[in-house]
């Protein structure tokens, strides 16, 4: 007879195994680049074991990027109740949630490198919009909570809402995070060739702030 419990421990700990190998393969050479043997034999796996677990290369992507992504938004959820984000102004709230793109950058760069390779290979592979629920779900967190604040600076006149909330979103989180992958990439000249930009990272984010808070 089987042992239900002891299948269900180990099942669990190859698919921990994919996602963690998969993730440090994907982040360190790009998603194009590593191959679904490759993940394999980083899990000392055989190869039809992995595709019991996925039977596309795709379909692991977008687990891992969900899973990534969950647990960062989970990282701000917390770091937001630590901080009483809820007991602050919008302004004051636009500047604790621009800092969050700044820890990515300081913190995060393989969760940035893994972003870019996965923004660029699920619309290679034509990923359609219901396999990408899941991603969806985990990059929602940032988006609701932009919401949030946005809602609040309606309410307390802390920050600018004459303009449509989409259009301020992709002007503070879509820049943010497209500069945070660049500099993670090390895709931006810097004359002094400096390895830490977060000077700068910040000088960017005093500019968003500028213009959106109100004085």
Request: aromatic share 12%.
């Amino acid at each position: 007879m089987r042992n239900t419990e002891k299948d269900e421990i180990e099942m669990a700990a190859r698919r921990e195994a994919m996602l963690t190998e998969g993730y440090r393969l994907f982040s360190e050479r790009g998603i194009e680049a590593v191959s679904m043997q490759d993940v394999a034999n980083a899990c000392n796996l055989g190869i039809a074991t992995l595709y019991r677990y996925y039977n596309t290369k795709l379909l692991l992507v977008i687990d891992i990027g969900s899973r990534k992504w969950m647990e960062y938004s989970e990282h701000v959820i917390r770091c937001r109740e630590a901080s009483r984000a809820d007991a602050m102004t919008a302004a004051e709230e636009l500047d604790f949630y621009l800092g969050f793109y700044i820890d990515l950058y300081r913190n995060h760069k393989d969760l940035l490198r893994f972003n870019q390779y996965f923004n660029n290979y699920v619309q290679h592979e034509g990923a359609t919009e219901e396999q990408l629920l899941p991603y969806l779900s985990a990059i929602g967190v940032m988006v609701r909570l932009f919401h949030e604040l946005y809602e609040k600076g309606k309410k307390d006149g802390t920050i600018r809402t004459d303009l449509p909330e989409g259009k301020m979103f992709a002007a503070t989180s879509h820049i943010m995070l497209a500069v945070a992958v660049r500099y993670a990439q090390g895709l931006l000249y810097s004359a002094g060739n400096e390895e830490d930009r977060t000077e700068e990272y910040l000088l960017l984010k005093n500019m968003i702030l500028r213009e959106y808070v109100v004085r």
